[in-house]
């Protein structure tokens, strides 16, 4: 899976949806997260989010890569589980290019 980051997330969101679909929690980790919920799998990628913080203010690079590696994976996995993709999230941040993070932000206020 390694090179650019478009091709890295497209191969694991496919083998994702691979597990998802083949739904054998005791073969995988996917499969079995998912089994136990949305809730869950939001739950994961809090904490992953937590864990990635605490790596940036206290850890080192490689301790940080690693984290950030754990909350897109879990991130991945809650994106799939709605039957959404790195494709909308693409189309998402596409669509706010040129804009100013003030306005954008300002934009979802109103």
Known sequence: MAGDIGETLTALEAVV?????AGDGAASYVASLAAKGRGKIAQKLGEEATETIIAALT???AALTGEAADLVFHLTV????????WDAVAAELARRHGTSGHAEKASRTQ
Do not use: Q, Y
């Open 17 to 21: 949806h691979d597990r998802l679909a």
């Open 59 to 61: 850890e080192d690079d």
């Open 78 to 85: 809650l994106l799939a589980e709605r039957g959404l993709g």
